[in-house]
């Protein structure tokens, strides 16, 4: 039995409903390969998760504490463990969200806060059961980018992931996420955090032109980019890759 495999099962012991969430449940049923491994705890508080951790030797990060995240390195992999939280917009900034950790709102109200449907599935450690509030599965299958909740409102950065998500995996934005999006103030975000999602946009999609087709829909390209020849940059994009991987075989 791995480290992890018994930290859950003692966690389970003690009363606590461990899932798999966000981006590796998603890509675990796209059957794509997907290193970030988020836990989120539920049912037991803090303290007692950390009691555990540490009465079986893992030694745990505490860095995210305030945000009810707490990361582990264990079996040679990084995992991140968080506990439910609300957010609440309380400013403009992208950062002004004021965030309550309660590891007892329940599996449906911690979804909430989740950006799109089909990053809002959970899987269940021991049973491998998939809980789905707002429909991610259909989602999943239909290849449709579709938010959760009104909330989606709340943070403007969702623009550039819906995009880069819809770039990634082929996917269609929905038409009502589209439309919320097109009434959202994008111009007070860090350009880091808009770089950050064009770069996964180009680096992991065949056709990085459609993150910025599917900002054009939704009123943000002329914000933030200059006039492109959208074609060019997919055909870019391919030469760069397989010069890549020329060099790899090479070395």
């Known amino acids: 039995m791995t480290k992890l495999e018994t930290l859950l099962k003692e966690l389970s012991i003690k009363g606590a409903k461990t899932y798999y969430v966000g981006g590796c449940v998603r890509d675990e049923l796209l059957g794509k390969e997907n290193k970030d491994i988020d836990i989120e705890i539920h049912h037991i508080t803090e303290?007692?998760?950390?009691?555990?951790?540490?009465?079986?030797?893992i030694k745990i990060d505490f860095v995210g504490k305030s945000f009810g995240v707490y990361k582990a390195?264990?079996?040679?992999?990084?995992?991140?463990?968080?506990f439910p939280r609300?957010?609440?917009?309380?400013?403009?900034?992208?950062?002004?969200?004021?965030?309550?950790?309660?590891?007892?709102i329940g599996e449906?109200?911690?979804a909430e806060r989740r950006d799109f449907t089909i990053n809002a599935l959970m899987k269940d450690t021991q049973t491998g059961k998939i809980l789905d509030f707002f429909g991610g599965m259909k989602d999943l299958e239909s290849g449709i980018i579709r938010h959760c909740t009104e909330k989606f409102a709340e943070d403007s950065l969702r623009v550039f992931r819906a995009a880069q998500f819809a770039s990634r995996f082929g996917f269609e934005i929905a038409p009502e996420t589209i439309e919320i999006a097109k009434?959202?103030?994008?111009?007070?975000?860090?350009?880091?955090?808009?770089?950050?999602?064009?770069?996964?946009?180009?680096?992991?999609?065949?056709?990085?032109?459609?993150?910025?087709?599917?900002?054009?829909?939704?009123?943000?390209?002329?914000?933030?980019?200059?006039?492109?020849?959208?074609e060019l940059i997919d055909k870019l994009t391919k030469s760069a890759k397989e010069l890549h991987s020329e060099k790899v075989t090479e070395i």
């Open 47 to 57: 303290d007692e998760f950390v009691s555990v951790a540490q009465e079986l030797g």
């Open 73 to 82: 390195f264990m079996d040679g992999t990084d995992f991140d463990f968080s």
């Open 86 to 104: 609300t957010e609440k917009q309380i400013g403009e900034k992208h950062t002004d969200f004021e965030i309550v950790v309660d590891p007892f």
């Open 108 to 110: 449906a109200k911690a």
């Open 183 to 230: 009434t959202l103030d994008c111009t007070a975000l860090p350009m880091e955090r808009i770089l950050e999602e064009t770069k996964k946009a180009i680096t992991k999609s065949e056709t990085p032109s459609v993150f910025f087709k599917e900002l054009e829909k939704m009123g943000v390209l002329e914000l933030f980019f200059p006039p492109l020849e959208l």
